[in-house]
């Protein structure tokens, strides 16, 4: 089965990330607004069990913090991909180093952990032009409280939920 692990922000966040989703992301109805910490992953369930024990080790030595969202950016020419940035991720960049050590290491991860919550994915280069253009205008300000990561699953139609989810407790 395949796994990943996210956070999901505020539901302020997500209705404005969902605003520009439904339109530019072809993922919208499979998975709520987040910032992934580490990609899917297919995963025994002697995995899984190692996992969750891990994941539980993270969250006790992690505390809670907040996020700021303060623009729009893209990963071209890399993905035609448009996000909303932080203005900060130094607070996500420790969340993911204390999950994606020690066993749950991303051995095929191919570029650097850059957190962000993606607005839009598989467009043609003219069209992440134009959505880029219209969003760079557009003035972003939004925090968002992180206390919680979910480890989540892929259902058989593609739609990601919720295993576990893990409070921040350090």
Same mark, same amino acid.
């Given at each position: 089965?395949? !796994? @990943? %692990?996210?956070? !999901?922000?505020?539901?302020?966040?997500?209705? %404005?990330?969902? +605003?520009?989703?439904?339109?530019?992301?072809? *993922?919208?109805?499979? &998975?709520? /607004? *987040?910032?992934? %910490?580490?990609?899917?992953?297919?995963?025994?369930?002697?995995?899984?069990?190692?996992?969750?024990?891990?994941?539980?080790?993270?969250?006790?030595? =992690?505390?809670?913090?907040? &996020?700021? !969202?303060?623009? #729009?950016? +893209? #990963?071209?020419?890399?993905?035609?991909?448009?996000?909303?940035?932080?203005?900060?991720?130094? /607070?996500?960049?420790?969340?993911?180093?204390? &999950?994606? =050590?020690?066993?749950?290491?991303?051995?095929?991860?191919?570029? $650097?952990?850059? /957190? *962000?919550?993606t607005i839009g994915q598989a467009m043609n280069s003219d069209?992440?032009?134009?959505? $880029?253009?219209?969003?760079?205008?557009?003035?972003?300000?939004?925090? +968002?409280? &992180?206390?919680? !990561?979910?480890?989540?699953?892929?259902?058989?139609? @593609?739609?990601?939920?919720? *295993?576990? =989810?893990?409070?921040?407790?350090?």
């Amino acid at each position: 089965m395949q !796994f @990943g %692990i996210a956070v !999901f922000p505020s539901k302020e966040v997500q209705d %404005i990330a969902n +605003s520009f989703r439904k339109r530019y992301d072809p *993922h919208y109805s499979l &998975i709520q /607004p *987040h910032l992934t %910490i580490r990609e899917k992953d297919e995963w025994t369930d002697e995995q899984l069990e190692r996992a969750v024990a891990l994941l539980e080790q993270a969250a006790q030595t =992690t505390a809670p913090f907040t &996020i700021h !969202f303060n623009r #729009f950016s +893209s #990963f071209y020419p890399v993905a035609n991909v448009v996000y909303m940035a932080l203005s900060d991720t130094k /607070p996500m960049q420790r969340l993911y180093e204390a &999950i994606c =050590t020690g066993g749950l290491e991303e051995p095929k991860r191919t570029y $650097l952990f850059n /957190p *962000h919550l993606t607005i839009g994915q598989a467009m043609n280069s003219d069209e992440l032009h134009d959505v $880029l253009a219209s969003v760079k205008s557009k003035k972003l300000d939004l925090t +968002s409280r &992180i206390d919680r !990561f979910h480890l989540l699953y892929q259902t058989d139609n @593609g739609a990601w939920t919720a *295993h576990q =989810t893990f409070l921040l407790r350090g």
